[in-house]
């Protein structure tokens, strides 16, 4: 009975609150998701990226009942500029949420111009804009009501009369999105250290995502993002990174590290494995929420970097007051992107960090 009274209320979620976007563990292999002046930055001169979440698989085993999962897809390349570079990407996100299938499906274009700040080339100042349509769409043919309850379980045979609401709402609605964002990246005189940090605001023109009873304006989300790359020894290295977001009324944080073993230390950005582990916690802003931010997770992850063929693989541990539901098992996430050069004069032209 309290999984269903959980996936009861997880269907009224989507009905009842403002969406807010999905998150993301491996953040950084999604980057136009993230921030639009990541565009172009990159060992190389141009870079393929697909990642695949699927979360809440434990609540949600009813076969009848889809599971949380969203997929990203992106292209981008840089275009050189004497010392600085023009970046231009093609991304696409696809989300789908459990029994309504309340679905969010966005196509856009990013832009972003990469200002080199020094003679030596090591410092740079991106600025980007991204221009999205997105369409948000639902089902509600396997939506489950209180009147189905028989005083013992679900019994789907017990006909619902769909409330007067839903009639009115309209199951596909497409709008225009807007997003725009600032990096900065260096490199020291030792190729292994690199750093940045970013800030993007998405939806900045705060698009009016109605199904059709009320307007409802989406959130302004904003990003805050860093991260370092510094080597501890010949072959290791330490990634630290960071990740602040707010839309509305909450908030979220990933923070963690990554230890990357380079198998040739000469190519910083050749060949290498690595493994490391994030921290999220996640709450709401307003006076109301008595729990304010709360742990809701911890992330461990792997990868390997072949050739410019990344794989990521990360896997979310659950351990907020949802594990009596979830058993702890959160959400699994695969990732791949590849990264090539036309010319190899050109593919370290610009100091990009690594992510």
Request: net charge neutral; hydrophobic share 40%; charged share 15%.
């Amino acid at each position: 009975m309290k999984k269903l009274l959980t996936l009861f209320c997880l269907c009224l979620t989507v009905f009842a609150s403002q969406a807010q976007d999905p998150h993301l563990t491996q953040f950084y292999t999604a980057p136009l998701q993230l921030n639009p002046a990541l565009t172009g930055v990159m060992n190389g001169n141009y870079r393929a990226s697909f990642l695949y979440r699927s979360q809440w698989g434990e609540v949600l085993r009813d076969e009848s009942t889809n599971q949380f999962r969203t997929m990203t897809a992106a292209f981008d390349f840089r275009i050189p500029i004497k010392k600085n570079a023009l970046g231009i990407g093609l991304e696409m996100m696809n989300d789908k949420a459990a029994a309504s299938n309340y679905g969010t499906t966005r196509v856009g274009l990013a832009l972003s111009y990469m200002q080199n700040l020094d003679q030596w080339g090591r410092h740079y100042l991106s600025i980007g804009l991204q221009a999205d349509m997105i369409q948000r769409s639902f089902g509600i043919d396997n939506l489950r009501f209180g009147n189905q309850w028989n005083g013992i379980n679900y019994d789907a045979t017990i006909i619902q009369d769909n409330p007067a609401y839903l009639a009115q709402l309209n199951q596909n609605y497409t709008f225009f999105d807007a997003s725009a964002g600032l990096l900065y990246f260096m490199r020291g005189k030792n190729k292994r250290t690199t750093a940045y940090g970013g800030f993007s605001a998405q939806h900045v023109n705060q698009p009016n995502e109605s199904l059709g009873i009320d307007d409802a304006k989406l959130p302004i989300k904003y990003s805050v993002h860093s991260g370092v790359n510094f080597p501890v020894s010949k072959n290791f290295d330490v990634l630290p990174k960071f990740l602040l977001q707010f839309q509305g009324q909450n908030i979220e944080t990933l923070y963690g590290t990554d230890i990357r073993y380079i198998f040739d230390d000469r190519d910083p950005s050749g060949n290498a494995f690595r493994f490391g582990a994030l921290y999220r916690m996640v709450g709401g802003l307003n006076a109301s929420n008595n729990n304010g931010i709360n742990s809701e997770s911890i992330s461990l992850l792997t990868g390997v970097n072949f050739h410019g063929l990344d794989i990521g693989i990360a896997y979310d541990i659950n351990v907020s007051q949802f594990t009596n539901a979830s058993f702890s098992r959160g959400g699994f996430e695969l990732g791949l992107s590849y990264v090539g050069g036309w010319e190899k004069r050109i593919n370290t032209m610009t100091a990009c960090p690594n992510f």
